[in-house]
């Protein structure tokens, strides 16, 4: 007797779990036809990487944020349209700061090697995480567009300096403030 109500307790759940799972792929597929009728979505590929574009990597408020706030991560959670577009565009992955030097490796894979973009931000002060953004990127000097970076010391600035960076077109150095010299 207690093996039928197993059996039977067995199939209930069974049954319970396939209507679920068949609801759930009815209402995505509802959502994403509902979706596909908001006016965002008559937009070209092209606005959309330049919407994006300007959220990300023009924003200044957008790096002091955690990589979990970004602008790019938040466009990704939005539809499967805005995160094709996101992941296919090369350009919204070669902007690095310290704040997202954990996912460094992704970063570099996504962007492709196109020019990188990197900014220390008001964070070099944090020297190790300065050096670990630069032992991170010295492999790919040679895709260096630009690189600002803000409140560091002499030493620091001798890691990179070594490096030849052919693409580079922008150079930033901003002196930490203990070691500005008093008059």
């Known amino acids: 007797m207690d ?17 679920t799972a068949y609801t759930g792929r009815m209402r995505a597929s509802a959502r994403t036809r509902q979706n596909q009728l908001l006016p965002i979505y008559r937009l070209s590929n ?5 919407m994006f574009e300007l959220a990300t990597r023009h924003s200044k408020s ?23 577009v996101a992941l296919n565009t090369p350009a919204l992955w ?9 996912a460094a490796p992704l970063l570099l894979n996504r962007s ?20 670990k953004l630069v032992q991170q990127f010295e492999q790919h000097v040679y895709l260096w567009e630009s690189l600002l ?12 300096s070594r490096l030849p960076a052919p693409k580079l077109m922008e150079l930033q ?8 010299p008093f008059f």
């Open 3 to 19: 093996k039928e109500f197993e059996i039977i307790a067995l199939a209930c759940d069974c049954a319970v779990h396939a209507v």
């Open 46 to 50: 092209e606005i959309l990487t330049m």
């Open 62 to 84: 957008n790096q002091l944020r955690p990589l979990e706030r970004k602008a790019l991560l938040n466009i990704l959670r939005v539809s499967r349209l805005w995160r094709n």
């Open 94 to 102: 070669a902007c690095f700061d310290l704040m997202n030097v954990k």
């Open 112 to 131: 492709r090697h196109i020019p990188l973009d990197l900014d220390s931000g008001i964070y070099a002060a944090a020297t190790a995480v300065f050096s």
């Open 149 to 160: 970076v803000h409140g560091i010391g002499e030493t620091q600035l001798q890691q990179p």
């Open 173 to 180: 150095i901003k002196a930490a403030y203990e070691d500005m």
